[in-house]
């Protein structure tokens, strides 16, 4: 029985390591998907300048062709909505790219305590198996031998029977 606690010990920690490598290869695909979303965002704020710039050439086109009067207030205005189109890819996907880096620091913790787990449960297993054995040997000890030295001095006891809940009744011998 002890062999068996120590030995669940020993599995409890293997599958805590394996949890915690598990752990690690998701933090670092997140990490990577934090990356990834970084370059698409910046490449949607690159095609989205470009939109930009050739809708404001459109207008600046369109303003030239009809004459309008006044129409430089519609032009910065276009170019104010451009922009925060832009600035908002942006900030979409820094959010996502800091989702994506907290989940990966989730992981770690996750295999941080998955290890201390398997520390804990070998270390619980150990004392449990150590206490099984000094159960037994204290068993042996006790009920094995018909005398045992008593415990208020010199001399011996005798087992003369069991109480009704199994325990020794001794007697000391003269």
Not at 19 to 41: C, G, I, L, P
Not at 145 to 171: M, Q, V
Request: no cysteine; charged share 30%; hydrophobic share 40%.
């Amino acid at each position: 029985m002890a062999a068996g606690q120590i030995q669940a010990g020993r599995v409890a920690a293997s599958e805590a390591e394996s949890a915690k490598r598990v752990a690690a290869y998701n933090a670092a695909v997140m990490e990577q998907e934090a990356k990834a979303v970084r370059r698409k965002a910046k490449f949607e704020q690159v095609r989205q300048a470009k939109a930009a710039r050739a809708k404001l050439s459109e207008l600046q086109l369109w303003e030239a062709g009809t004459g309008a009067i006044g129409s430089g207030l519609l032009e910065e205005e276009q170019r104010a909505e451009l922009e925060l189109e832009g600035l908002l890819i942006g900030y979409e996907g820094e959010v996502e790219a800091q989702r994506a880096l907290s989940q990966a620091e989730i992981d770690r913790a996750t295999g941080r305590l998955s290890v201390q787990r398997g520390k804990a449960a070998r270390k619980a297993s150990v004392i449990g198996a150590g206490a099984t054995i000094l159960t037994g040997l204290g068993s042996v000890g006790m009920y094995g031998r018909k005398t045992t030295e008593s415990p208020l001095g010199k001399g011996t006891t005798e087992t003369i029977g069991r109480d009704k809940f199994g325990n020794p009744i001794l007697r000391r011998k003269r």
